[in-house]
């Protein structure tokens, strides 16, 4: 009859691993045991058929996944070395190691030895099962089940990748601002605005605000942005030439921080020539605008000539109201 005795315990043979065979970390799930074989008390020599499995019961049961034949496995005066390889198998249950053997090169069953071996933590590998505090992000590989995303985030939470997305109906989130909610601005102006110095930039007077979604109108044609991102500003206007014997040139623009550290936007400058006599262009201009939460935007107009000349024009035909200036400004990103 024949019997195993292990020289190293079980967990110190797969623990140790690293040590034993200067393995670096990552190495993946193989792991080398040793154990003696003897034979009616007498230490075995020559090559053995092993095989091992994993049960979670020391005496019945069947095994936990495939059982691992390792054959013709060498043994010297008893003492044999080989590698096992369960993948992925250890989380933490109990386990216990059933081995069989057999001679090499015989179709015999595999004489199991008794009793099965238990797989016990060493000191280290209990202080790991209790791991706490932080934890690098670069030892974390593969995917994190959702079952561990639980409770509540006492902190924010960004994603920062744009491939980060966020799967389902969405049915859970609260204070979400939607398009109307704090991202879309419209307003327009129905009184004509004159130009009061040649050549310097006014603000344009905006006095009707139709929707303004969030947006805080700061004075008359200067807004504040209610959240950082990136908008899709439009404006169009009716510039009209007073002058019966000269062309008007002049020009509409869109200006970060009309109150502080003034700021052009590029692509927001519409610059028009109006022939003489009471001839009306319509400068229009579609742009994007980076805001911070809080940042002012508003319209600038100047011209070549001053009042009554150079002015925006509202008129009325019939029952319809075209304004001197319309805004439009809706948050894309």
Known sequence: MMNVKILLATAVSILALPMICGIARAQGTAFTYQGQLTAGGVEANGSFDLQFGLYTNVSTGNPVGSLLTNAATAVSNGVFTTTLNFSNAFNGTAYWLGIGV??????????????????????????????????????LTGSIPASVFSGTFSNSVSFTNVTNVFAGNGGGLTNVPSVTQSNYLFAYDTTDQFVSTAGVYQNVTINTVTNNGGWTNLSSGIFAAPQSGLYLVEYQAHIQNGNAGNALTASLRAVLNATTSLLEI????????????????????????????????????????????AYLFSSTFGSQTFPSVALTIVRIQ
């Open 102 to 139: 057999r001679s090499n090169g015989t179709t015999n069953a595999f004489t199991p030895l008794i009793p099965r071996q238990p797989i016990t933590p060493t000191p280290y590998a209990i202080t790991a099962s209790n791991l706490t505090g932080t934890l690098a992000a670069s030892q």
């Open 266 to 309: 590029p692509g927001s400058e519409s610059v028009v020539s109006i022939p003489a006599d009471g001839f009306i262009a319509l400068p229009s201009r579609s742009f994007l605008a980076q805001m911070s939460a809080g940042q002012t935007i508003s319209l600038q107009v100047t011209a070549n000539m001053v009042n009554p000349y």
